[in-house]
């Protein structure tokens, strides 16, 4: 394949891949996080951080509503300074850093009972949440990658 397409496709393509994987992290980090600033998303964040051992600290130092606009501007800061990380790469590893948090943290939700549909059996059947949250394992990777290219030029520049 690379014969046919030659090292200038590559190339594009690596290009394009790295855009496209930016704005696949922005989005779901800015629409998400602007979720958290609703009566809605408080009300349907509630009981899962309440029940979430890891996250359950949050409501009491913030309260209900504060615990949901807290990730908000996590994720909001997140995706801010992912955007300017093509310019500048101690951005690029500071948002990677809180992407990485946020995608950890969520990715872990795939352990609990609500991600698994019972009404066919359990896992391996992912239930709605199950679905929604899946995903976050892929963000995660992409966070990842954008931290050690960050990483990368920050060392690069130091030199």
Same mark, same amino acid.
């Given at each position: ?17 790295? *855009? ?21 998303? *408080? ?36 995706? *801010? ?18 992407? *990485? ?59």
């Amino acid at each position: 394949m690379k014969l046919i397409l030659g090292r200038e496709s590559a190339g594009r393509l690596q290009r394009w891949g790295r *855009i496209v994987s930016l704005v696949g992290i922005l989005l779901p980090l800015l629409l998400i996080g602007g979720l958290k600033f609703t009566e809605p998303e *408080i009300e349907a964040l509630s009981p899962l951080i309440a029940s979430t051992p890891w996250l359950s600290w949050l409501h009491s130092i913030f309260g209900k509503a504060g615990s949901s606009y807290f990730l908000g501007i996590v994720e909001i800061a997140a995706a *801010i300074l992912l955007m300017a990380s093509p310019w500048s790469a101690r951005a690029g590893l500071i948002g990677a850093a809180l992407a *990485i948090l946020t995608f950890l943290v969520t990715s872990t939700l795939i352990v609990l009972p609500i991600a698994w549909d019972p009404r066919l059996g359990g896992f391996p059947a992912l239930g709605p949440f199950g679905q929604f949250v899946i995903k976050d394992i892929a963000l995660l990777g992409v966070a990842l990658l954008v931290a050690g290219n960050s990483l990368n030029r920050t060392e690069n520049e130091s030199k």
